[in-house]
């Protein structure tokens, strides 16, 4: 039974791990940056559910929606102001770009929030099921099933809506697209926004179930990492794989070695995958 717990645990936490990793995968498949600023802007989407209830009583699952609007927002801003710019540069040019645009508001949040660690602590509790003697804390089973939900509505945006087509397009071939008539400025920054705004909806879930600071964000973007080479980048049902195939390992390597070697098994895996199967374990050229 102890092993059942412990994978049920896994696939809680992975659930979660998709979809921090998301709007990662989706910005670096779309405008080949790899987007430093991710990881912040989790923890900034943490910071407003948190502060959110507790100054004005919103729960953190009603505020998703709020803090995927408030990151997109954030996010589209962003692309047209800085990123934009550099646009069609090397990735050292980018990725330079995302790492000072990090730094920045790493910095502004420390300012405003300290390094404390703080955490959205529900009244009255929500509790725990009881499944055949495995026990599941159901804000943790409605965070996972809320991921999971955002993971599958991005992937239904992008396979059945206009946007999402011209998202795939601009993946697809850029130059292509331009041509039959796509704005690919505009579809630049709405993917940035997707991906800023399901940080801030991972960061909403994630405030109710880990404790939150600024210090957490490094930690998250390389998880967000891992996944993506994983579950293959370019693929948004491979990063549900990889999310919750990341939250299994990382739970039984809990249990067999030790929490504190969680971390590092995670990026031995990453090390394999790259030397093995680069392409993870459902990468493909394009979105699906």
Known sequence: MLYVQVLVNGLVLGGLYSCIAV?????????????ILHGSLIILGS?????????????PFLFVPVAAFLLFCLGYAIQLAFINRVMGSPVLITLTLTFGLNLLLYNLMILAFKADFRKVILSPPLGSINLGGVIVPIDRLISMGFALALVGLLYALLRGSRIGRAIVAVRMDREAA?????????????????????????????????????ETANALLGKAFVICVLGGLG????????????????????????????VTISFTLLILLLMFRPTGIMGRRGYQ
Do not use: C, D, K
Not at 47 to 59: E, M, S, V
Not at 236 to 252: D, F, K
């Open 23 to 35: 709007g990662f995968s989706l910005v670096w498949g779309v405008l080949n940056v790899i987007n």
């Open 235 to 262: 693929s948004v049902p491979g990063v549900m794989v990889g999310g919750l195939t990341l939250g299994i390992i990382e739970s039984y390597s809990a249990l067999f070695f030790g929490p504190e070697y969680s």
């Open 178 to 214: 331009q041509l039959m008539g796509v704005n690919v400025s505009r579809i630049y920054a709405v993917t940035f926004g997707l991906g800023a705004a399901m940080a801030g909806a991972a960061g909403s879930l994630f405030s109710v179930m880990f404790p939150i600071s600024p």
């Open 47 to 59: 910071y407003a559910a948190f502060f959110a209830y507790q100054y004005l009583h919103i729960n």
